[in-house]
Structure formats: structure tokens, C-alpha cells
């Protein structure tokens, strides 16, 4: 079955760099990916969404990429902010068509 | 337009006792989900509406019930609660037909002694 795997290990950086997460799948290519940010004490909010044709997508300051080969997308914040701490997740549809999603990266941009 | 509301926001509850979780939405969107949250485990999905009066298992059921009245709202019903359901509780909606994008509620933590 299809797992979505982040790296649970809090991604600590400084103000005004550019903030890099994975997330991994681990069976089929899916037809698309979809990042969530989540603060604490609330639900997960949409950003971003990246299909398997697309290598990559952009909004704003957020930029997503989709790797078939490697498995992998990698989802970017240029010009961090404090205000962009959060954690992250990832998630796509599973076989039953069905979200799955990872348990999220979390990110801590320091002033 | 406040899109998913859930209530109550916090409840304490002792082994054994039942509570209903409420989910309501104004956003009209068909499919209704009911999704669980603990540490290092991401959100895993208890059960899911697809429409209104239909119900499925997701992938963590046991243990908990859901009813879906009307197109608003969606309840999730723990009979019996145990300490293993100690989590944070999360509904969300997506609109038919659109890629799976969802919508979530506040959530409602829950803790069971």
C-alpha cells in the first residue's frame, strides 16, 4: 500500500533562507501530491497541489517539485519568515482514492 | 462563512463513558471525513461520507461510530471511550468532483483517563 514518509526531525533555519522539505512515497507514482500547513492547536490548510505531469509548481514565495524517479517531492519557502513556522504535511491518494497523508515536518524559522 | 465548525473544542472523559463529536459544515460539499492525529503518526481517517446517508470505514474504525444526517453535518460517536482514543480529532469536507483537496475543522482534543 502506498505510505507518504516525512522527515520527523524539525527543520531549524534562519530568517531569509530558502526552507527545503521532502516527503517520500514508497509504491506507485500517484497522480498528484498535495502540501497542508498545519499551526498549532489547528486543522491543516491547503496550499498546494502538484500533478505527476507537472515537474513544478509555484505560489508566491512556495515553490513544489514532483520527482517520479527519485519518489519524491520537495516543497520550498524562499525568503523564509518566523511566520512561516509551522509543520508541514504531505499527502496524496491512496489505492481506495482515499487522502493519505505523512505525520509532517516541522519547520521553525529563526528571526 | 465559517466553513467547518466542530464541537467541543477540549473534553475529558473516563474509560467507558460515550460522547458525540459535531462536525458541521457551510460550505455544501459532499463528501464529509472524520480523521484521528497523534504524535508521529500523522492524520489517519476513522470514516468518511461521501454523500448524504452514506458512511464507510477508513482505516482506524474500531471503536468509534458516525452518522451523516444531512448534507451538513457528520457526528462521530465513541460508545465506549478508552485511553487508546486519547488523540486530537479532525473533520474535513472536499467538494465532488474536484481533486481530493480537503477543508478541515478547528479539531476537538479529546483526552480519556
Known amino acids: 500500500s502506498q505510505k507518504i514518509e516525512q522527515n520527523s526531525e524539525a527543520l531549524n533555519i534562519q530568517e531569509g533562507k530558502t526552507a527545503t522539505l521532502t516527503c517520500n512515497y514508497t509504491?506507485?507514482?500517484?497522480?498528484?501530491l498535495q502540501w497542508y500547513r498545519q499551526d498549532p492547536g489547528r486543522g491543516p490548510v491547503f496550499l498546494l497541489l502538484?500533478?505527476?505531469?507537472?515537474k513544478e509548481k509555484r505560489k508566491e514565495r512556495l515553490k513544489v517539485t514532483f520527482d517520479t524517479t527519485l519518489k519524491q517531492s520537495l516543497f520550498h519557502i524562499t525568503a523564509s519568515q518566523p511566520a512561516d513556522s509551522a509543520t508541514y504535511l504531505c499527502?496524496?491518494?491512496?489505492?481506495?482514492?482515499?487522502?493519505?497523508f505523512g505525520s509532517g515536518t516541522r519547520l521553525l524559522v529563526r528571526p | 462563512n465559517a466553513g467547518v465548525t466542530q464541537t467541543p473544542k477540549f473534553q475529558v472523559l473516563k474509560t467507558g463513558q460515550s460522547m458525540t463529536l459535531q462536525c458541521a459544515q457551510d460550505?455544501?460539499?459532499?463528501?464529509m471525513y472524520w480523521y484521528r492525529q497523534d504524535p508521529g503518526m500523522g492524520l489517519r481517517l476513522i470514516y468518511y461520507?461521501?454523500?448524504?446517508?452514506?458512511?464507510d470505514k477508513g482505516e482506524v474504525p474500531n471503536g468509534y461510530n458516525v452518522s451523516r444526517l444531512n448534507k451538513r453535518e457528520f457526528s462521530l460517536r465513541l460508545e465506549s471511550a478508552a485511553p487508546s482514543q486519547t488523540s486530537v480529532y479532525f473533520c474535513a469536507n472536499r467538494l465532488a468532483g474536484v481533486v481530493d483537496t480537503q477543508y478541515f475543522g478547528p479539531g476537538t482534543r479529546l483526552t480519556v483517563l
Open positions: 509504491n506507485y507514482s500517484p497522480a498528484y
Open positions: 502538484i500533478r505527476e505531469n507537472e
Open positions: 461520507s461521501a454523500s448524504e446517508g452514506t458512511t
Open positions: 460550505m455544501n460539499h459532499n463528501s
Open positions: 499527502a496524496t491518494m491512496d489505492s481506495s482514492y482515499k487522502l493519505i
